[in-house]
């Protein structure tokens, strides 16, 4: 009956349209067919992308910003007055034609940009990449044909990153000719989609604040910086990025495997990580994920809600039969409850209890006994499971003379059914719930007891084999109208 009350009481998932892009996760996302298997759940063999998570970071760089100047190379922070007066100095070197000068002093402004303690100005780093270029451009003229080709490239180059700063910028007054028909004439490669995303900071690149909503930017080598998001206007982490491919910047440390593990989450129904919300807005919207098992395949949105079936009411996919459409749906999929990350799940294992009880014809029975476990849970649409165990553990205590039986049969809490929360750590799953409890005492005298109870559990389980199977420890506490106890469950659970 409360199974019934929880299935039927709690609102079904809202549908979603088919999504563009599908990241396939689970324990069977490199199948070979896994990208079939998600087409025909989505009834649909074109129209969607489907990329493991290893593709799409092929397609897309998530770089963590969390490098202080000390940890790249710098030695400490560079002031930015004193990088500003050097840029001025170099600019000095061009006008008096001490092209050398001017060469070495821009290489050595470029390679501290990384170190700076705050944000430069936009108009700054234009400043040096154009001295860069001019001090090329006068070098050229007095080298040789090999150096000429030499300088003639590194004069493009700064064109070219200074052209990337973006067009809203105007050139100063005084630019050598060469040099401004050299920036005007730049064409550069389509930009590139960029988002932000983290607890970190702001995030700049080449001096500019990128908000939530991202940006498009030229490709390039590229200085980003983080600026804590407490007021300082001290920089916190800064680095050379070389801007290729669309890119999420994420400020603050990201580990190895956080995006894995938060795309992972969407699949079992958790709402989306900022993580993955910015790398939606990066690849321009409907992103979903995908989760693959040897028992079926189950697609979500970025909230957690399970995509539609197609083709349930006549609706059925040009080439796809229904029967595909079923061996790709888990049994959560066709009933509408649970998911993939809380199955239906059934055990088989040992078990061992101790209890006390005060028995008013017998006295105090009790100790220890073990036996044999069964136990199932079942999932619903919220974060209830209801779960059953049955572990008939027996005893023969000894009468006192003058009774007509010699032993007195005892099956110590042969029936237990209540409910469970449930929760992960790393690869493990937890679980606290209360049950009910009924003990069976007897036969004797012509009579058998049932003695109800409450009990108190509590049990960790680590996945084995594969993702289907998993070790289980629990533990219980029991009590009930004149008798205490608990005990240990240890066995094999196997999820549906």
């Given at each position: 009956m409360l199974l019934a009350v929880l299935l039927l009481g709690l609102p079904a998932?809202?549908?979603?349209?088919?999504?563009?892009?599908?990241?396939?996760?689970?324990?069977?996302a490199l199948a070979p067919e896994a990208q079939d298997r998600v087409l025909r759940r989505l009834g649909s063999d074109g129209g969607p992308q489907v990329v493991t998570v290893p593709a799409l970071l092929e397609r897309v760089r998530v770089v963590g910003l969390d490098r202080r100047a000390e940890d790249a190379g710098c030695g400490g922070p560079i002031w930015l007055e004193d990088w500003q007066a050097r840029v001025d100095r170099v600019e000095v070197d061009v006008q008096l034609l001490d092209f050398n000068g001017a060469l070495a002093g821009v290489s050595q402004l470029e390679l501290e940009v990384g170190c700076l303690d705050r944000v430069p100005d936009r108009q700054d780093l234009l400043r040096l990449h154009l001295a860069a270029a001019t001090a090329a451009l006068l070098a050229s003229r007095t080298s040789n044909a090999t150096m000429q080709r030499f300088y003639a490239d590194r004069m493009v180059l700064a064109g070219e990153t200074a052209r990337g700063l973006g067009d809203d910028l105007l050139l100063p007054t005084g630019v050598d000719p060469a040099v401004q028909r050299l920036v005007d004439s730049v064409t550069l490669p389509p930009a590139v989609a960029v988002a932000v995303a983290g607890p970190g900071g702001q995030v700049f690149v080449?001096?500019?604040?990128?908000?939530?909503?991202?940006?498009?930017?030229?490709?390039?080598?590229?200085?980003?910086?983080?600026?804590?998001?407490?007021?300082?206007?001290?920089?916190?982490?800064?680095?050379?990025?070389?801007?290729?491919?669309?890119?999420?910047?994420?400020?603050?440390?990201?580990?190895?495997?956080?995006?894995?593990?938060?795309?992972?989450?969407?699949a079992q129904g958790l709402p989306a990580s900022e993580l993955v919300r910015a790398l939606d807005r990066l690849?321009?919207?409907?992103?979903?994920?995908?989760?693959?098992?040897?028992?079926?395949?189950?697609?979500?949105?970025?909230?957690?809600?399970?995509?539609?079936?197609?083709?349930?009411?006549?609706?059925?996919?040009?080439?796809?039969?229904?029967?595909?459409?079923?061996?790709?749906?888990?049994?959560?999929?066709?009933?509408?409850?649970?998911?993939?990350?809380?199955?239906?799940?059934?055990?088989?294992?040992?078990?061992?209890?101790?209890?006390?009880?005060?028995?008013?014809?017998?006295?105090?029975?009790?100790?220890?006994?073990?036996?044999?476990?069964?136990?199932l849970r079942v999932p619903t649409?919220?974060?209830?499971?209801?779960?059953?165990?049955?572990?008939?553990?027996?005893?023969?205590?000894?009468?006192?003379?003058?009774?007509?039986?010699?032993?007195?049969?005892?099956?110590?809490?042969?029936?237990?059914?209540?409910?469970?929360?449930?929760?992960?750590?790393?690869?493990?799953?937890?679980?606290?719930?209360?049950?009910?409890?009924?003990?069976?005492?007897?036969?004797?005298?012509?009579?058998?007891?049932?003695?109800?109870?409450?009990?108190?559990?509590?049990?960790?389980?680590r996945p084995v084999i594969d993702s289907r199977f998993a070790l289980r420890l629990e533990g219980h506490g029991l009590a009930g109208i004149g008798v205490v106890g608990g005990g240990l469950v240890a066995g094999l659970d196997s999820t549906w």
């Open positions: 998932p809202a549908a979603l349209a088919a999504p563009r892009l599908v990241v396939l996760t689970g324990p069977d080449d001096g500019l604040p990128l908000g939530r909503s991202g940006a498009r930017l030229a490709p390039g080598l590229r200085l980003v910086q983080l600026r804590s998001g407490d007021g300082a206007t001290e920089v916190t982490a800064a680095s050379l990025y070389p801007l290729e491919l669309p890119t999420l910047f994420h400020a603050g440390p990201l580990r190895r495997d956080q995006l894995a593990e938060d795309l992972a989450a969407v690849l321009g919207g409907d992103l979903a994920v995908a989760w693959l098992s040897p028992r079926g395949v189950s697609v979500r949105g970025l909230d957690g809600v399970p995509l539609d079936v197609p083709g349930g009411e006549g609706q059925q996919a040009s080439g796809t039969s229904a029967a595909e459409r079923e061996v790709v749906l888990t049994w959560a999929d066709r009933w509408g409850i649970g998911g993939p990350d809380r199955p239906l799940v059934v055990g088989l294992g040992l078990c061992s209890t101790w209890t006390t009880l005060d028995d008013p014809v017998a006295g105090d029975l009790g100790g220890p006994a073990g036996g044999i476990a069964v136990w649409r919220s974060w209830v499971t209801v779960a059953a165990t049955l572990h008939p553990v027996a005893r023969r205590e000894p009468l006192p003379d003058g009774y007509d039986a010699d032993w007195l049969y005892r099956a110590t809490v042969p029936v237990r059914v209540g409910v469970r929360a449930e929760g992960t750590f790393d690869d493990r799953r937890w679980e606290v719930g209360v049950d009910g409890v009924l003990w069976a005492l007897g036969p004797y005298a012509g009579a058998q007891r049932v003695i109800p109870g409450l009990a108190l559990a509590g049990a960790v389980t």
